[in-house]
């Protein structure tokens, strides 16, 4: 059941970094979506990406104006923005690279295939008219490989780090996904456009988390605030729901060696975690619950780190 630090490492942030890609992606479509199917009175800043993902620093270094343009720019194609879809890229190709002797042998020439597909059409992914193909292009290039890993993988200690570092970004994700229809929902006027308005964002929102399904099988209701938000953050059983996420993270800790502090740190976070969330209240609580529990999985991430992999 051992590996070596470093293996073990990579392959959890090669996990981490095609959650990213993809979701990224996801992000995006969803304000594509949005400024499509919105009224045109409605004010909805594609900076709002950069902030959801607390990058204002470093899109400040960048960029002066804040548009579509160099928003999109920064979260695609911008080689210093190491969270972008093509640094992700880059970095999921080099960890594959160095792990070769324990993921299969197709994971190399499928992420080779996704990052040249990736720099071919990258102007495609900025340009509007065709953004949409392209990011479905990554979204499923991304699926692919995730899918390859967990299909044929043995599970072993390996498939236990895959899992942690997929479903720790994808509970990350999922969070800014939440977050991004709690930002467009507070640009709305009250109305009379705003009841629709609201259905169209919620349903954009469960669309980019691949929900609007299985949402509609399991919840029997029309898209509401309310009710999508329970859902993304708490049905056990959806895959990219909080509560799954943090039960896979957990488990997949208890099969490792060692794992003592972090199986405890989840417990605390799985017992606690919905106390303080007020699915009445879509307004900036709700956002303010989102960035302590984007917080707190970014503290068990830390804990992952001191335990399996040391610096020194």
């Excluded at 900076?47 to 620093?57: A, P």
């Excluded at 800014?176 to 705003?194: F, K, P």
Aim: proline share 3%; net charge negative; with cysteine.
């Amino acid at each position: 059941m051992t590996m070596l630090s470093k293996v073990a490492e990579r392959v959890y942030w090669t996990a981490r970094y095609l959650e990213r890609a993809e979701n990224t992606a996801r992000l995006i479509q969803v304000y594509d979506n949005l400024l499509f199917d919105l009224p045109r009175n409605v004010d909805l800043s594609w900076y709002n990406l950069i902030t959801l993902n607390s990058q204002q620093i470093d899109f400040e270094d960048r960029y002066k104006v804040h548009d579509e343009r160099n928003v999109i720019k920064f979260l695609v194609g911008d080689e210093s923005n190491p969270s972008s879809i093509v640094s992700s890229l880059a970095l999921i190709r080099e960890n594959v690279r160095t792990t070769r002797d324990v993921v299969p042998e197709e994971t190399w020439e499928l992420t080779n295939e996704l990052s040249l597909y990736v720099q071919e059409n990258l102007q495609q992914g900025i340009n509007r008219s065709k953004r949409h193909q392209f990011l479905d292009g990554v979204v499923k290039g991304c699926q692919q490989i995730l899918g390859l890993l967990y299909g044929t993988m043995p599970h072993d200690a390996a498939w236990y780090f895959l899992r942690l570092g997929r479903n720790l970004e994808r509970a990350d994700m999922t969070t800014r996904i939440v977050d991004a229809g709690v930002a467009a929902v507070l640009s709305l006027e009250e109305d009379d456009t705003v009841v629709n308005s609201r259905q169209i964002i919620w349903g954009n929102v469960l669309r980019s988390a691949g929900a609007d399904q299985s949402y509609r099988r399991t919840v029997r209701t029309s898209v509401k605030g309310e009710a999508v938000l329970n859902y993304l953050l708490e049905d056990p059983a959806f895959p990219r729901s909080i509560h799954h996420c943090l039960a896979a993270i957990a488990d997949s800790a208890a099969k490792l060696p060692r794992s003592r502090p972090v199986v405890t740190s989840l417990q605390e976070l799985q017992a606690t975690v919905f106390e303080d969330v007020n699915y009445d209240e879509l307004g900036m609580p709700l956002r303010d619950y989102l960035n302590e529990l984007q917080l707190k999985l970014a503290t068990i991430h830390s804990i992952i780190a001191n335990r399996w992999f040391p610096t020194i």
